[in-house]
């Protein structure tokens, strides 16, 4: 039985030390507990880790030394040499690692009135490109999403009818949608494996954050959606009485979820999940094993306020989270361990945000969208810092399949 295709989060399925090393580090810095399950922190200015961006290059990007820029695909231009026109409105995207030492982008495509969809960009073990697709249309505002253990990408719909489509990144099988996920305007996904539980971000004013346990996991079919509560400051879930929201949005089905400020981003790596809020800018941590959440960013109250804008969010190899702004200066930001905030990437392209950023399972490739003037998608080459120890990889774990007889195993660690 060959192993399957694993995603390039595949790092963040294993649980390891490296988040207690993340926590103690901002924790040092101070913050205000409300009841042990809710904080403001408050990163301590660091020093920068990459080095200040250098000029615009031949697509208007800025960078730090040392990393490289390429130029993959543009709104209706064929990519590469495959005929395939790339999408209107890249926004949201990850890897998926294949047998053959390549791995595959997918690529969210946020047109309306069924016009959106997802497409594929393959790529080779020497990262030429050699295929490129569409596997998911008749869909419509597909903003972002998130890849599953089992190798799977969740395409989330952002309207207050929107449902959650799981595509096969290669396009070989259909994509299938899951109603029991909840029909609400979708933002991200973001998958639990030690919890085996999907975190699902909300993208409304008033926003709840919910999360999906399947009846078996890796088969979304059926299962629970809970919301997040707070009541007198303490953190708990609840299920939503009615996930179609036939009646009322599910967001105001329970008296007590916490609302946020515009759920964007969601990534799971190590044992937390981080994401972001757009009317506040804040970027939050929850910590399932202690349910603690957290408040890593404020713009508000930063020392380094260069953050604006928080939309998609993915973790690097060595811990490191990059946040997309949607407007602002069109940067792509790093928070690290340490406490730092600095921007690594700046594009020069008015009127558009930046979307998708996800890196390769190597981790040494970050792919990243300019959605709109055109929509143009690159890839950033470098050094993005060394991968944190990790625990021996455990291979062949049973996964119920998503598609009839392709039932396979998945090994959980890092991808490469």
């Given at each position: 039985m060959l192993p399957a295709p694993r995603c390039g989060c595949g790092r963040n399925t294993l649980a390891v030390m490296r988040r207690r090393s993340f926590l103690k580090a901002t924790a040092a810095s101070g913050g205000l507990a409300l009841l042990g399950s809710l904080r403001l922190v408050e990163p301590a200015q660091a020093a920068t880790q990459f080095g200040p961006l250098g000029p615009p290059d031949q697509y208007g990007l800025q960078v730090p030394s040392g990393f490289a820029t390429r130029l993959v695909a543009e709104t209706g231009r064929a990519v590469g040499t495959t005929g395939y026109q790339w999408h209107p409105n890249p926004d949201g995207g990850a890897t998926f690692a294949q047998p053959d030492g390549g791995w595959i982008y997918v690529s969210n495509d946020e047109a309306s009135g069924g016009d959106g969809g997802v497409s594929m960009i393959r790529f080779d073990a020497d990262a030429t490109i050699v295929d490129a697709k569409q596997i998911l249309s008749g869909t419509s505002r597909n903003c972002a999403g998130g890849p599953t253990p089992w190798g799977t990408w969740l395409s989330c719909e952002e309207f207050d009818g929107g449902r959650v489509w799981e595509c096969d990144p290669s396009g070989e099988q259909p994509a299938v949608v899951h109603p029991a996920m909840g029909t609400f305007s979708h933002e991200a996904a973001a998958a639990d494996p030690e919890q085996?539980?999907?975190?699902?971000?909300?993208?409304?004013?008033?926003?709840?954050?919910?999360?999906?346990?399947?009846?078996?996991?890796?088969?979304?079919?059926?299962?629970?959606?809970?919301?997040?509560?707070?009541?007198?400051?303490?953190?708990?879930?609840?299920?939503?009485?009615?996930?179609?929201?036939?009646?009322?949005?599910?967001?105001?089905?329970?008296?007590?979820?916490?609302?946020?400020?515009?759920?964007?981003?969601?990534?799971?790596?190590?044992?937390?999940?981080?994401?972001?809020?757009?009317?506040?800018?804040?970027?939050?941590?929850?910590?399932?094993?202690?349910?603690?959440?957290?408040?890593?960013?404020?713009?508000?109250?930063?020392?380094?306020?260069?953050?604006?804008?928080?939309?998609?969010?993915?973790?690097?190899?060595?811990?490191?989270?990059?946040?997309?702004?949607?407007?602002?200066?069109?940067?792509?930001?790093?928070?690290?361990?340490?406490?730092?905030?600095?921007?690594?990437?700046?594009?020069?392209?008015?009127?558009?945000?930046?979307?998708?950023?996800?890196?390769?399972?190597?981790?040494?490739?970050?792919?990243?969208?300019?959605?709109?003037?055109?929509?143009?998608?690159y890839e950033i080459t470098g050094p993005f810092g060394a991968p944190a120890a990790q625990e021996p990889t455990v291979e062949g774990l049973e996964i119920p399949s998503l598609w009839p007889g392709a039932a396979v195993g998945i090994g959980f660690g890092t991808s490469s």
């Amino acid at each position: 039985m060959l192993p399957a295709p694993r995603c390039g989060c595949g790092r963040n399925t294993l649980a390891v030390m490296r988040r207690r090393s993340f926590l103690k580090a901002t924790a040092a810095s101070g913050g205000l507990a409300l009841l042990g399950s809710l904080r403001l922190v408050e990163p301590a200015q660091a020093a920068t880790q990459f080095g200040p961006l250098g000029p615009p290059d031949q697509y208007g990007l800025q960078v730090p030394s040392g990393f490289a820029t390429r130029l993959v695909a543009e709104t209706g231009r064929a990519v590469g040499t495959t005929g395939y026109q790339w999408h209107p409105n890249p926004d949201g995207g990850a890897t998926f690692a294949q047998p053959d030492g390549g791995w595959i982008y997918v690529s969210n495509d946020e047109a309306s009135g069924g016009d959106g969809g997802v497409s594929m960009i393959r790529f080779d073990a020497d990262a030429t490109i050699v295929d490129a697709k569409q596997i998911l249309s008749g869909t419509s505002r597909n903003c972002a999403g998130g890849p599953t253990p089992w190798g799977t990408w969740l395409s989330c719909e952002e309207f207050d009818g929107g449902r959650v489509w799981e595509c096969d990144p290669s396009g070989e099988q259909p994509a299938v949608v899951h109603p029991a996920m909840g029909t609400f305007s979708h933002e991200a996904a973001a998958a639990d494996p030690e919890q085996q539980v999907i975190y699902l971000t909300e993208d409304k004013p008033e926003s709840a954050l919910y999360r999906f346990t399947p009846e078996r996991w890796g088969d979304l079919t059926t299962g629970r959606l809970d919301a997040m509560t707070e009541v007198q400051g303490a953190i708990g879930w609840e299920p939503i009485p009615d996930p179609t929201a036939a009646d009322t949005p599910t967001r105001f089905q329970l008296p007590t979820s916490k609302l946020f400020a515009g759920g964007e981003g969601a990534w799971f790596d190590n044992g937390l999940l981080y994401f972001t809020t757009k009317v506040d800018n804040r970027v939050w941590r929850y910590e399932p094993a202690t349910n603690e959440l957290e408040v890593i960013y404020d713009i508000a109250t930063s020392p380094t306020p260069v953050l604006s804008g928080v939309d998609n969010v993915t973790v690097s190899a060595a811990g490191d989270l990059f946040v997309c702004e949607d407007g602002g200066n069109m940067e792509v930001v790093v928070l690290s361990p340490a406490g730092g905030v600095e921007p690594f990437l700046r594009m020069d392209i008015a009127g558009s945000e930046v979307t998708g950023a996800a890196f390769d399972p190597s981790g040494t490739r970050l792919y990243v969208s300019s959605q709109r003037n055109p929509g143009t998608t690159y890839e950033i080459t470098g050094p993005f810092g060394a991968p944190a120890a990790q625990e021996p990889t455990v291979e062949g774990l049973e996964i119920p399949s998503l598609w009839p007889g392709a039932a396979v195993g998945i090994g959980f660690g890092t991808s490469s």
